[in-house]
């Protein structure tokens, strides 16, 4: 059995499937960085999207029996399962208002260096969180997971055109948001 970089994601996902153990750990290294950023990027919260990506695995070895290369392709699959989880979570949180926004972890550099760009970093993160979901779920696919417009449309199930009006009416909101920084302030 072979575990390497070639293998398919449909190859890991039988094997996996069939119970091999380097298939799950196979796809997990190449489908974790990315749905976590995703999850992320959605909710703001790294714990919440460490429970989404876990959610969002478990879900794929309980299917991964059943799965059927060519009826959909497994990273589009696996977006919309990671983007449900997330809508899940988001409305969960629309049912328990908060006052504020819960602290983020401090990941950026060092206190006494780039604290400008730590700064610019938290301004376009609250102005992405700001977004209406539709918009930010569009945001974060086509220039965070750097998914093609055709990709995107499709996990979102909305036509390309609209993807692209969620695209620019977000992209002006944040410009909008974001406006003096391109100032220079």
């Keep these: 059995m072979r575990t390497g970089v070639a293998d398919t994601d449909d190859e890991l996902v039988a094997r996996a499937g ?3 153990p380097a298939a799950v750990r196979a796809l997990v290294a190449r489908k974790l960085p990315r749905i976590l950023a995703l ?3 959605m909710l703001f919260d790294a714990a919440e999207a460490e429970d989404v990506a876990q959610e969002a695995f478990i879900r794929i070895w309980k299917h ?3 799965w059927r290369p060519g ?4 990273d589009t699959w696996l ?4 983007l449900n989880l997330c809508y899940d979570r988001l409305r969960r949180r629309r049912e328990r208002p908060t006052a504020e926004t819960p602290e983020q972890e401090d990941t950026g550099p060092a206190p006494d260096r780039g604290l400008h760009a730590l700064d610019v970093g938290k301004r376009v993160n609250a102005s992405l969180q700001a977004l209406p979901p539709r918009q930010r779920e569009a945001i974060v696919l086509c220039h965070y997971q750097e998914l093609g417009n055709i ?3 499709a996990l979102m199930q909305v036509s390309v055109e609209a993807l692209e009006s969620l695209l620019s009416r977000g992209r002006r909101a944040l410009r909008a948001a974001l ?5 220079g302030g």
Aim: proline share 4%; no cysteine; aromatic share 4%.
């Design 64 to 66: 991964a029996p059943n």
């Design 39 to 41: 999850a992320q990027r």
């Design 71 to 74: 009826e959909a392709k497994f």
């Design 179 to 183: 406006a003096d920084l391109a100032d």
């Design 79 to 82: 977006h919309r399962v990671a």
């Design 18 to 20: 069939r119970g091999d």
């Design 151 to 153: 990709e995107a449309a």
